[in-house]
């Protein structure tokens, strides 16, 4: 399958999904600059689409240039924060993950330049390496999009896998990632 091809299949996807609707409005009044869909549901949408995984849910993470100091939500909108320390708004059965570049850990960590190049060659895992660009509505990252084709999860970043490890444990196994999709894990 061609770039071109899940990148259609992504935007049509995303075309009917009011969720994604509601929380991609709810991004554009809280940022500055460039907006990226990034995580679970991304893979697991085109894992979906392409082979029948388990569908995602209804939550997600998005990078941004930058997040505005005062935050504006819609009435019913709860901020709380990650652990990372990044604002996690819900309303409902509905969350977003807002995450400005510059406090990503894989990227402070190593010292880098805050860009979604530097973002996707320092996730953890391989599944993971890969982003719908929004405002130029297409998908980046031969490495997860490689992951994705293949069907195999592995280890992007190692000492991002294994400082997110020590977090969350078992939960964060190259193993359960690749069981969860259906996919082969690699070494």
Known sequence: MTKEK????FI??????????????????????????IGGFVFRTLAYKLYGCK????????????IIKLLILPK?????????????????NLVIDLISLSNIHSIRARNMKPTIKNFLSGTPLTIQSIAFDVDNQRLIGKIGLRS????TVGINNREEYKYVY??????????????????????
Do not use: H
Not at 57 to 65: A, M
Not at 168 to 187: H, I, Q, T
């Open 148 to 151: 994705l084709k293949d069907k």
């Open 166 to 187: 020590r977090i969350y444990g078992d939960l964060y196994s190259v193993k359960r990632f690749a069981n969860s999709l259906g996919f082969k894990e690699v070494r």
């Open 55 to 66: 569908s995602p849910r209804k939550d997600f993470d998005f990078i941004v240039e930058d």
């Open 76 to 92: 019913g909108w709860q901020e709380l924060e990650t652990k990372f320390g990044n604002p996690k708004l819900k309303k409902d």
């Open 6 to 9: 899940l990148n259609s299949i």
């Open 12 to 37: 049509k996807e995303l075309s009917s999904n009011e969720a994604y609707k509601r929380a991609l409005g709810v991004v554009r009044k809280n940022r500055s600059g460039r907006i990226w869909l």
